[in-house]
């Protein structure tokens, strides 16, 4: 009975302490210092990422499968004249590539203190008209892949009970998009992912380790190219340089869920109450629709 008292005060204390950050957000901690693995960093919001954090003196591990353009966003971190810049090839969807790679970075560059997981691949169609390969990367690359370098970087950060976790989710997961079926579903699980390691960490009482999802809408990146739009000016699209300043301003902020544009927060939870065939009405209204790839 007391315990449950107790827990009932603190709980209140909890909830005004969160009103009160969303209104009066944290201070942003520096990133000096701090040695950022990025994921997919050869390109699109990977790369502004690495630019962003290298601008602001952190050490930068850009992690791509494209070795020739992860080499160029390393040299346009090194123009930046800041800081060094590190590029490593591996294929995030191969577990033992993750492993050899992660602990070749723990040697060469130190232990990894912020973990974006940002690689991903994206295909549309409709769902019968995915081939099974499609299927499986999608899968490999945007859950696997998450999973197996947090396996491989989290044991350091448990150590030092210090660090950050970051990973992209999607608006997809919250608006199913028609045609990406498979992708939205990988994001989806990217949400229950990192809320399961962030409650799992709070239990073990480790809160020193943050956790970070993001819900981006449409970025103007290699990927979107797919995604067409009926009124671009409704609801437009983001430009990269922008969505990796929100993020790297959110992660400094141990900000728990991003949407960006921030204020499409509201989407999730207004849907929450529409009956789906109201949602499905806006939805073809909107028509933010991807492409079929073949
Ligand atoms: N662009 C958008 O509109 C949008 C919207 C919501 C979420 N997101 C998410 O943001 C993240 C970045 O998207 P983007 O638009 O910059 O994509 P992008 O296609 O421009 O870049 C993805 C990068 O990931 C790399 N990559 C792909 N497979 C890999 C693998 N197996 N191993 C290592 N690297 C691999 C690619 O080489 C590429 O450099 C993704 O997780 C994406 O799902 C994007
Ligand atoms: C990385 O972390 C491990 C575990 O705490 C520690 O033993 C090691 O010295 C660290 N390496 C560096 C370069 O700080
Ligand atoms: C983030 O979202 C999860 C559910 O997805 C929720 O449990 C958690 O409270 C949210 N955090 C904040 C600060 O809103």
């Known amino acids: 009975m007391r315990d449950l008292l107790a827990l009932i005060v603190i709980s209140t204390w909890e909830v005004i302490r969160a009103t009160f950050q ?14 950022v693995l990025i994921t997919g960093a050869a390109q699109g919001i990977g790369r502004e990422l ?18 020739k353009a992860n080499l160029e966003t390393v040299r346009m971190i090194g123009e930046l004249g800041k800081i060094k810049g590190y590029a490593y090839m591996c294929d995030v969807s191969d577990y033992q590539n ?6 070749q970075i723990e040697e060469e ?9 940002n690689a991903a691949v994206l295909f549309a169609n409709r769902f019968w ?35 950050h976790i970051v990973a992209m989710s999607s608006m997809a997961c919250f608006v199913s998009s028609p045609n990406i079926t498979p992708y939205g579903a990988t994001k989806c699980a990217i949400k229950g992912f990192m809320d399961g390691l962030r409650n799992e960490l709070a239990m073990v009482n480790n809160r020193k380790i943050k956790v970070t999802t993001v819900y981006p809408y449409v970025i103007e990146t290699q990927m979107a190219k797919l995604c067409k739009m009926k009124y671009p000016s409704l609801m437009p699209s983001i430009k990269p340089k922008r969505a990796a300043e929100v993020i790297v301003s959110a992660q400094r902020r141990d900000v728990e869920n991003l949407t960006i544009p921030t204020h499409y927060f509201l989407i999730p939870i207004v849907l929450q109450f529409l009956p789906i065939r109201v949602s499905q009405l806006w939805m073809n209204y909107v028509q933010v629709s991807f492409q079929r790839n073949n």
């Open 129 to 163: 008209e995915w081939s099974k390969s499609e299927i499986e990367s999608t899968i490999n690359v945007n859950l696997l892949g998450n999973l197996w370098m947090v396996k491989a970087i989290l044991p350091s950060m448990m150590k030092n009970n210090y660090g």
């Open 98 to 103: 993750v492993m050899d790679t992660c602990k």
């Open 50 to 67: 690495a630019l962003k954090y290298a601008l602001e003196g952190a050490t930068v591990v850009c992690v791509d499968i494209d070795q």
């Open 109 to 117: 560059v130190g232990n990894v203190t912020i973990l974006v997981n």
């Open 22 to 35: 969303f209104f009066m957000p944290k201070l942003k901690k520096p990133v000096t210092g701090e040695v």
